[in-house]
């Protein structure tokens, strides 16, 4: 690994602060396969877990073999129910059939018994041999079977000891494995292991809330951020009906300023109110003008303020008269010309039409006195022929 020295000193110093206080029970397996399934668990969950999971499988299979025939959704409800993360429980049970069934496919049972015998390096020999477990598993089974000089290292305790700047943050997990393994003695590797799983899962959880809690941030952002945006939309919006109405409350007041055309009878109403709420306006700022001074004022004030308004009334009257009497003049004025441009059309369309039958009789008349000429000429002629064979009979008989 590199910067060895360095890490070394830290690890060390790490190790033996961590370590003072803490005792630890070594687990003890009925048969070699159940210290199997407790190291292929133990890869993915932690001590707490383990032991939930194993209850679970012990109640529910009869044994070993049962949960190597069984399917992966039995053994992931089961897991489930123990309380494991759902994004590893697939991971666990193909972990935990697949090791089963190489043991069982090259042995023929699902028992390790050649381990009881075999030394140290005979029994990962034949764990390796076997093929299908992981090496997690084999060192956890060479460590607490063999109690040989090995540290099983998973990816929550890499992930803390990276995290606590205690080895280099490029090196492998067989690295970190070996590199721990020389800074502790053959008797602490138990201690040290589940110290390191112990501080792994405070990390773990440590790393949980930090998740949950920027998850809870980021929705909190995206909430705040969509209300912000609504708010904007309803002011934008509130903005545009205010303008809105503004626009509607300036055109009802331009309409109000310049009225449209309407009869002479509403003008005039029109006009007379509008003098009449000035005169009252008037009259009501001379009384309350003339209210501090005595009686006597204040009624002469009021008699004179009614004879005003009489006057503007009648003159409004006398107005709205002219009106009426200039506009029916206008009407009949209006008629009589309507009246003149009718009878000149009709005489215009007589004159035409006499002239078109005038011109018709000349023309016959012209035809006929033409036939007459030319039936006299006619006549004519054939009596010159007459007279002529008449002299030419005379000249025979002579």
């Known amino acids: ?82 309380g494991v993360n759902p994004d590893l429980q697939r991971e666990i049970s193909d972990a935990l059939i697949n090791t089963l069934n190489s043991i069982f496919t090259n042995l023929d049972r699902t028992t390790l018994e050649e ?66 393994v020389r800074q502790i003695t053959s008797k602490d590797t138990e201690k040290t292991f589940y110290m390191l799983r112990e501080l792994a899962a405070e990390y773990e959880e440590k790393e949980m809330k930090k998740k949950k809690s920027s998850e809870k941030n980021k929705t909190a952002s995206k909430k705040t951020s969509k209300k912000t945006a609504k708010k904007k939309a309803s002011g934008s919006s509130a903005k545009k009906k205010a303008a809105a109405s503004d626009k509607k409350a300036a055109k009802k007041s331009a309409g109000k300023a310049s009225p449209k055309k309407s009869p002479a009878k509403k003008i005039s109403t029109k006009k007379a109110s509008s003098k009449k709420t000035a005169s009252k306006k008037k009259s009501s700022d001379a009384e309350s003008s003339e209210k501090a001074k005595p009686a006597s004022k204040t009624k002469t004030a009021k008699k004179s303020a009614k004879k005003a308004a009489k006057k503007t009334t009648k003159k409004t009257t006398k107005k709205t008269a002219d009106k009426k009497s200039s506009s029916a003049a206008k009407k009949k004025a209006s008629g009589s010309s309507a009246k003149k441009t009718a009878s000149k059309k009709t005489s215009a369309s007589k004159k035409t039409s006499s002239k078109k039958t005038a011109s018709k009789k000349t023309a016959s008349k012209k035809k006929t006195a033409a036939k007459k000429t030319s039936g006299k000429t006619s006549k004519s002629v054939s009596a010159g022929k007459k007279a002529s064979a008449k002299t030419k009979k005379t000249r025979k008989k002579s």
């Open 115 to 180: 381990l009881d015998e075999a030394g140290k390096k005979q029994a990962k020999q034949i764990l390796d041999d076997v093929g299908g477990i992981s090496e997690f598993a084999i060192d956890y089974v060479l460590l607490f079977l063999k109690h040989s000089h090995v540290l099983p290292v998973n990816q929550s305790i890499e992930d803390m000891l990276k995290s606590e700047q205690l080895v280099h943050p490029d090196s492998s997990r067989r690295e970190i494995k070996n590199f721990v």
């Open 1 to 82: 690994m590199k910067n060895s020295k360095q890490y070394s000193e830290k690890l060390k110093k790490f190790l033996k602060k961590s370590l003072q206080d803490r005792n630890y029970e070594s687990p003890q397996f009925p048969t070699n396969t159940d210290c199997i399934v407790r190291g292929i668990l133990s890869e993915f969950v932690s001590e707490k877990m383990v032991d939930k999971c194993i209850e679970l499988m012990r109640e529910h299979f009869v044994d070993w073999n049962d949960l190597r025939v069984s399917r992966n959704e039995e053994i992931i409800s089961i897991i489930d129910n123990a």
